[in-house]
């Protein structure tokens, strides 16, 4: 737990703030998912990024590259993409296509099991495609 000068203790994401002996606690950013259509779902998500093989390496057992941030998707790339988890609150279908989640996707080999770059473990990631990019 990390003192601030306004009151507030930290604790992994929750703030807790005491004012007259009563707890008051904060979430921080929460995000709700929904299946509802809403104006944001609607909304593209720019890409400026172009693929380089140099910066975009392959899994060793998968056929996708690894994107380490939703920002760096680049705009060219046809095939499947692994991004972070942080890329669903700025998903739009009709701009990308959601093929599944690393370790459950049908085709994994290793199935249950997190994709791998030269022998490395990498984080979860959604699998995607660009609608917008022609083969």
């Known amino acids: 737990m990390v003192p601030s000068s306004n009151g507030l203790r930290h604790t992994h994401g929750i703030k807790k703030k005491i004012v007259n002996g009563v707890k008051y606690f904060s979430m921080g950013r ?19 990024r172009k693929y380089s093989p140099k910066e975009y390496p392959k899994y060793d057992n998968y056929n ?17 993409m692994g991004v972070p988890i ?11 296509e959601i093929i599944g989640i690393d370790r ?9 099991k997190r994709f791998t770059i030269n022998g490395r473990e990498i984080y979860a990631r959604v699998l995607i495609k660009n609608k917008k990019v022609k083969k």
């Open 30 to 48: 929460i995000l709700w998912f929904t299946n509802l259509d809403t104006t944001k779902r609607h909304e593209e998500l720019t890409l400026y």
């Open 86 to 96: 942080t890329f669903v609150d700025k998903y739009n279908p009709r701009q990308f």
């Open 64 to 80: 996708a590259i690894n994107v380490n941030r939703y920002i760096d998707i680049p705009m060219d790339y046809a095939g499947v």
């Open 104 to 112: 459950y996707v049908e085709d994994n080999p290793n199935y249950g």
